[in-house]
């Protein structure tokens, strides 16, 4: 291990992380380092250490294996932390079994067509204008509208979610002290909104995710009430969250390379190839959910306490010269392309079938829909969120001629 800055997550490296990241798996695979938040932790950046670390049973994702050793988190209610980024096995495994149903390819692919419908429909508005905002116009509805209407969450109620986890995942960074009051109360508005929900859907259930997860809790016993409201918040936040995020990273990239944009819409067959690259290459989660060794470990050659809080950097994994070949690049014909941006092992991310359809509607849909599409970003360059966890937009401007 070799000193790094103490805080790496600055303005110019949450603009530019494969640069930042570059340096840091460069200097040494593991790195101890201080989050935003002030905590301490220990920072893994390469492709092998952050793979093996995510399938170790040695690392814990409980919290109450933290042992106190700096490690903050969200501080989350009982109603919002039974889910399955604070679970170990055979709690972790008898929630995602469940879970897993509502999500296999066969499902998801029948949702394809509804994908497209809420595709063309946001697009619809914007297509007169000759201009729009391909993030909070299209990418975060989109990614909004699918994942609510899978759980059943009534229209009128999913523009508060977005506000609401941006607090928590992207928080005022020129000032904390505001950011954590806001946080704060992000967090009892989805509780409160939750359980609100939650008590609709049992005197009227429908024919949704949710209300299938009630009738597991009160009929079949197979869910605590708190594992419920944990397990919609969880779906909710990560469900719209990485999807909106990975649709304009993908898009970003995409227009940036005009010759591939035309051979995209010459060539849709290549858009599932095209959307795995881009999870690779700018996917929309920097950093893995944090872990706690259950006994010393070591990674990397670098001896880690059992308690203390270890970061795995998907980004950097997925840049690793050493496991990708031109790994700076973005090859849509890459073949060996297995990167970790939807995890490892037991944690593999359950919406990975979901998030990739999402995303290569979206992509196929603007391509098509919008003719002569091109960014108008302003000279500065994109405006990234202000998070060192997730990697997204704020915005992606576009202009296009005007269709309709």
Same mark, same amino acid.
């Given at each position: ?17 494969? *640069?930042? /990241? ?13 989050? +935003? ?20 049973? $040695?690392?814990? @994702? ?5 042992? #106190? ?5 969200? #501080? ?7 889910? @399955? ?6 709690? %972790?495994?008898?929630? $995602? ?43 975060? +509805? ?22 609401? *986890?941006?607090?928590?995942? !992207?928080?005022?960074?020129?000032? +904390? ?18 359980? &609100? ?7 009227? +259930? ?8 009630? !009738? ?6 197979? =869910?605590?009430? &708190? ?12 469900? /719209? ?6 649709? #304009?990273?993908?898009?970003? !990239? ?8 035309? $051979? ?11 959307? &795995? ?16 060794? @259950? ?48 995890? %490892?092992?037991? %944690?593999?991310?359950? #919406? ?20 002569? =599409? ?10 990234? $969120?202000?998070? /060192?966890? !997730? %990697? ?13």
């Amino acid at each position: 291990m070799t000193d790094a800055p103490p805080m790496p997550f600055d303005a110019e490296f949450i603009a530019d992380p494969h *640069t930042g /990241y570059a340096r840091l798996r460069e200097q040494a695979p593991v790195h101890r380092i201080t989050t +935003p938040d002030g905590a301490p932790a220990w920072l893994v950046t390469r492709y092998a250490d952050v793979r093996a670390a995510l399938a170790d049973p $040695r690392l814990s @994702l409980d919290k109450a294996n933290a042992e #106190g050793r700096g490690f903050t988190g969200f #501080g989350l209610p009982p109603a919002l932390d039974a889910n @399955l980024l604070n679970m170990d096995p055979p709690q %972790h495994t008898r929630i $995602r079994r469940l879970v897993s149903r509502a999500f296999t390819p066969r499902y998801v692919e029948r949702m394809r067509d509804r994908i497209q419908a809420i595709a063309d429909e946001l697009l619809d508005a914007v297509a007169p204008r000759g201009r729009a905002d391909l993030v909070n116009d299209f990418a975060v +509805p989109l990614a909004a509208m699918t994942i609510c209407e899978t759980l059943g969450v009534d229209q009128a109620d999913r523009a508060d979610f977005r506000g609401w *986890t941006s607090a928590m995942l !992207a928080p005022n960074r020129d000032d +904390p002290a505001r950011a954590k009051e806001e946080m704060r109360a992000a967090i009892g508005q989805i509780a409160r909104h939750l359980a &609100d929900l939650v008590a609709r859907k049992r005197r009227n +259930p429908g024919d949704d995710l949710l209300s299938s997860w009630i !009738a597991a809790r009160d009929a079949e016993d197979r =869910l605590t009430e &708190d594992e419920l409201t944990s397990l919609a918040f969880l779906t909710l936040m990560a469900g /719209y969250e990485n999807p909106a995020n990975l649709i #304009g990273n993908a898009v970003l !990239a995409v227009l940036r390379r005009p010759a591939l944009a035309d $051979r995209l819409r010459t060539r849709p067959d290549l858009i599932p190839s095209t959307v &795995d690259e881009l999870m690779r290459f700018d996917g929309p989660t920097l950093l893995a959910i944090r872990r706690f060794p @259950l006994e010393d470990v070591e990674i990397g050659g670098v001896h880690i306490p059992r308690g203390d809080t270890v970061l795995l950097a998907l980004a950097s994994a997925n840049r690793d010269p050493d496991r990708f070949d031109r790994a700076d690049e973005l090859d849509i014909h890459r073949t060996d392309n297995q990167h970790v941006s939807l995890g %490892h092992g037991v %944690h593999f991310c359950l #919406g990975a079938t979901l998030a990739r359809v999402q995303a290569q509607v979206a992509l196929g849909a603007v391509l098509t829909r919008l003719p002569d =599409l091109a960014p108008d970003l302003p000279e500065t360059g994109p405006r990234w $969120r202000p998070s /060192y966890r !997730a %990697h997204g937009l704020l915005e992606l401007p576009v202009v296009f001629t005007p269709v309709g």
